[in-house]
């Protein structure tokens, strides 16, 4: 069966330190993984986009990995802030035009001082 | 980047009763829009997919006739919750996607709850 897999304890992340998030994957082809942050009551919104024939993808305190071989995306987030707090999500996308996206549950990231 | 709204924000009804959640696009128009439905602490699933014009595709174990949906113009796509009950209670997020584009952009969400 398909299956989306993200760690479902939170992750606790002292201020300054890099949080590393993982998204596993399995009986999935994704063309494209989408990496989205989710504060409570409010939608996700949108980080990064990563491509099959792409190893890394950065964007400003941002990173992600793809390795289609493991099926796995890293998502980092460097030099950590409490605003970084949030549910991070991702999302798989077959068919890499993002008429559908199968999202992860999400794991949630607690920054603290 | 580009913004998608809701309204309502929140919302109480009774039971048998039906609610109508309006998707904008505010800054682009979205030949796509999409409904997802989110219980608490779970992942956002998709229930249908909406195009401008046209009938929308439903995902599996999904109601067509319970949840209604209209994409009547490129900037705006209602759900309806017809004879909701307290088993739809959930969050309810939209989606829209600017022609060739390679994302979706959400909106803020609507909370439903049915006494």
């Known amino acids: 069966s398909q299956k989306i897999e993200q760690n479902s304890e939170a992750l606790n992340i002292q201020e300054g330190k890099t949080a590393t998030l993982t998204c596993n994957y399995t009986?999935?082809?994704?063309?494209?993984l989408q990496w989205y942050r989710q504060d409570p009551g409010r939608g996700p919104v949108f980080l990064l986009l990563i491509r099959e024939n792409e190893k890394e993808k950065r964007k400003e305190r941002l990173k992600v990995t793809f390795d289609t071989t493991l099926k796995q995306s890293l998502f980092h987030i460097t030099a950590s802030q409490p605003a970084d707090s949030a549910t991070y999500l991702c999302a798989l996308d077959e068919t890499g035009t993002a008429s559908k996206l199968t999202f992860g549950t999400g794991t949630r990231l607690q920054v603290t001082l | 980047g580009a913004v998608v709204s809701q309204h309502p924000s929140r919302v109480i009804c009774k039971s048998g009763t039906s609610v109508k959640i309006e998707c904008r696009s505010l800054?682009?128009?979205?030949?796509?829009m999409f409904w997802y439905r989110q219980f608490p602490k779970q992942s956002l699933m998709l229930m249908a997919t909406s195009n401008e014009g046209s009938k929308a595709t439903y995902e599996q174990g999904v109601e067509k006739d319970k949840f209604l949906i209209n994409h009547a113009s490129l900037t705006l796509s209602t759900l309806t919750v017809t004879s909701a009950h307290p088993e739809d209670s959930s969050f309810y997020i939209c989606s829209a996607r600017e022609p060739n584009e390679e994302t979706q952009y959400f909106g803020p969400g609507t909370r439903l709850l049915v006494l």
């Open positions: 009986n999935y082809s994704p063309a494209y």
């Open positions: 800054d682009f128009q979205a030949t796509t």
